[in-house]
């Protein structure tokens, strides 16, 4: 019982069955009363009451006095004895032309007016050729009918039940096909299921079906070939972590190695170098630590209206030596009317210190850096960081958010940072409402832009310029 296809069989079987119940019974009764109806009018059409009613109304131009023929029923004067509502009779009614009851042997009383439906169903008395009124015979449902009558009846409330029988049958034999069918979809969706858990990415069902069924498919080959993509980019993500953490611990380890062999002197210098291979590997997993946090959204951020113009004057002068040593200018354009941004002050700062520290590894002496501020699109603030370099190559533009990537696969990590920084800048942007994109072209350097919610009627006392304080 607890399959699918079983309990919607049932159901379809529970519902026909009662279907068929209601529809016979209903017909069964239906007939009954048509038929006893039917043979009450043809009794009363035999027995010549009509004529004598017809003759009555001719003779005295009215229904007066016409009482007692009614009241004895059908054929008195032919048959003494039978009294009122004799078999199978259970009264008779007449009317005069406008439906008003006359005589009620049964049903409605004198004065009464019949429904059109009813007078539809009489027998009309017609007097030189206008109706006069109308006869209405009920039959009585107690009153036994005659043998072939009976007959009758019961055989075609035989007739009733055996094609319901027959419907029921056909119903439920459709109803079994129509439940397979819609379990056969669930069955395959459970079997990818299965196949997916055992590590089987590349399951996809059929989208075929009604459109749930479809919809559902659909839903499920689209979360199966996300899965894929996530468990593609959890392995590469692994093999990539491995690589950037074994040249540190090589370079660790084989400084060590040389010193315990004697090659190296153990000296403050080699000990320097070994510690700074340490720092660099401490960054790295900090970084690894940071991005992991942002991208599960579980990095604590401390929203609050920051005006940018301080913050990118603050951010320049931290680098400004850095870049005069390497022959880079660095300039800063913003306007005096720049609306105060919704953001983490801190995390604020360290996307601009990715940035700019992408851009001065890519520099080359005597180029520029600006770091440039203005009004985005739909109200927001756009903040730039725009270098003079080499640029990037169109084939590596989608990539550079990615972790790891860098663009010239010559870069060590010494001179090309572990790859992080513009996947961590991103990501700090995205948990901070804004968006972050590049535009570049080899040879005319790279523009770093991403945008910031504003903050609407902040005083001057809401905004912070900087990290401190936090």
């Given at each position: 019982?607890?399959?699918l296809w079983?309990?919607l069989?049932?159901?379809?079987?529970?519902?026909?069955?009662?279907?068929?119940?209601?529809?016979?019974?209903?017909a069964n009764?239906?007939?009954r009363?048509?038929?006893?109806?039917?043979?009450?009018q043809s009794q009363?059409?035999?027995s010549?009451?009509?004529?004598?009613l017809?003759?009555?109304?001719?003779?005295y131009?009215?229904?007066?006095?016409?009482e007692a023929?009614?009241?004895?029923?059908p054929?008195a004067?032919?048959r003494p004895?039978?009294?009122?509502?004799?078999?199978?009779?259970?009264?008779?009614?007449?009317?005069?032309?406008?439906?008003r009851?006359v005589?009620?042997?049964?049903?409605?009383?004198a004065?009464q007016?019949?429904?059109?439906?009813?007078?539809?169903?009489a027998i009309?008395?017609v007097?030189?050729?206008?109706?006069?009124g109308y006869?209405?015979?009920?039959?009585?449902?107690a009153a036994?009918l005659?043998?072939?009558?009976?007959r009758?009846?019961d055989?075609?409330?035989?007739a009733f039940?055996t094609?319901?029988?027959?419907?029921?049958?056909?119903?439920?034999?459709?109803?079994l096909?129509?439940?397979?069918r819609?379990?056969?979809p669930?069955r395959?969706?459970?079997?990818?299921?299965?196949?997916?858990?055992?590590?089987?990415?590349?399951?996809?069902?059929p989208v075929?079906g009604?459109?749930?069924?479809?919809?559902?498919?659909t839903?499920?080959?689209?979360?199966?070939?996300?899965?894929?993509a996530?468990?593609?980019e959890?392995?590469?993500?692994?093999?990539d972590i491995a690589?950037?953490?074994?040249?540190p611990?090589?370079?660790i380890?084989?400084n060590?190695r040389?010193?315990?062999?004697?090659?190296?002197?153990?000296?403050?210098?080699?000990?320097?170098?070994?510690?700074?291979a340490s720092?660099?590997?401490?960054?790295?997993?900090?970084?690894l630590?940071?991005?992991?946090?942002?991208?599960?959204?579980?990095?604590?951020?401390?929203?609050?209206?920051?005006?940018v113009?301080?913050?990118?004057?603050r951010?320049?002068?931290?680098?400004?030596?850095l870049?005069?040593?390497?022959?880079v200018?660095?300039?800063?354009?913003t306007s005096?009317?720049?609306?105060?941004?919704?953001?983490?002050?801190?995390?604020?700062?360290?996307?601009?210190?990715?940035?700019l520290?992408?851009?001065l590894?890519h520099?080359?002496?005597?180029?520029?850096?600006?770091l440039?501020?203005?009004?985005?699109?739909?109200?927001?603030?756009?903040?730039?960081?725009?270098?003079?370099?080499?640029?990037?190559?169109p084939?590596?533009?989608p990539?550079?958010f990615?972790r790891?990537?860098r663009?010239d696969?010559?870069?060590?990590?010494?001179?090309?940072?572990?790859?992080l920084?513009?996947?961590?800048?991103?990501?700090?942007v995205?948990?901070?409402?804004?968006?972050?994109g590049?535009a570049s072209?080899?040879?005319?350097?790279?523009?770093?832009?991403f945008?910031l919610p504003?903050?609407d009627g902040?005083?001057?006392?809401d905004?912070?310029?900087g990290?401190g304080?936090?």
């Amino acid at each position: 019982m607890n399959r699918l296809w079983l309990q919607l069989t049932l159901g379809f079987a529970l519902v026909a069955l009662v279907s068929i119940v209601t529809v016979a019974a209903l017909a069964n009764a239906r007939a009954r009363d048509t038929f006893r109806g039917y043979l009450a009018q043809s009794q009363a059409l035999e027995s010549g009451l009509v004529e004598q009613l017809a003759e009555h109304y001719a003779t005295y131009g009215s229904w007066e006095g016409v009482e007692a023929p009614v009241a004895r029923g059908p054929g008195a004067a032919q048959r003494p004895g039978r009294g009122v509502g004799g078999p199978p009779w259970s009264g008779m009614v007449l009317t005069d032309a406008e439906g008003r009851v006359v005589v009620a042997g049964g049903g409605p009383g004198a004065g009464q007016t019949l429904s059109a439906r009813q007078l539809a169903q009489a027998i009309p008395i017609v007097v030189n050729g206008q109706v006069a009124g109308y006869l209405v015979a009920r039959a009585s449902g107690a009153a036994a009918l005659p043998a072939a009558a009976q007959r009758f009846l019961d055989g075609l409330n035989g007739a009733f039940w055996t094609a319901g029988a027959l419907a029921g049958g056909a119903g439920l034999a459709l109803g079994l096909l129509m439940a397979w069918r819609l379990a056969a979809p669930l069955r395959r969706l459970a079997t990818g299921a299965r196949r997916i858990a055992a590590g089987q990415f590349d399951e996809r069902v059929p989208v075929a079906g009604p459109a749930e069924v479809r919809t559902v498919a659909t839903a499920f080959n689209d979360m199966a070939a996300a899965l894929a993509a996530g468990e593609a980019e959890r392995r590469q993500m692994v093999a990539d972590i491995a690589h950037e953490l074994r040249t540190p611990l090589t370079v660790i380890q084989g400084n060590l190695r040389a010193m315990l062999d004697e090659v190296y002197p153990l000296s403050r210098e080699e000990v320097a170098r070994i510690y700074e291979a340490s720092r660099g590997l401490s960054r790295l997993v900090d970084d690894l630590r940071m991005l992991s946090l942002a991208e599960a959204g579980r990095l604590d951020l401390h929203v609050q209206p920051v005006a940018v113009g301080p913050l990118l004057a603050r951010e320049a002068a931290l680098f400004a030596d850095l870049a005069a040593g390497q022959g880079v200018h660095l300039h800063v354009e913003t306007s005096g009317d720049l609306p105060k941004a919704l953001a983490d002050p801190e995390r604020l700062a360290q996307v601009l210190h990715n940035l700019l520290s992408n851009a001065l590894r890519h520099t080359p002496a005597g180029g520029r850096i600006t770091l440039r501020a203005g009004s985005g699109s739909n109200g927001s603030l756009r903040l730039e960081v725009e270098d003079t370099g080499a640029g990037i190559a169109p084939e590596d533009l989608p990539h550079v958010f990615e972790r790891f990537y860098r663009a010239d696969r010559g870069r060590t990590r010494e001179h090309g940072g572990s790859g992080l920084g513009l996947t961590i800048a991103n990501e700090l942007v995205r948990l901070q409402g804004g968006a972050m994109g590049v535009a570049s072209a080899p040879g005319q350097g790279a523009r770093f832009w991403f945008t910031l919610p504003v903050c609407d009627g902040c005083s001057g006392a809401d905004v912070s310029s900087g990290p401190g304080g936090l």
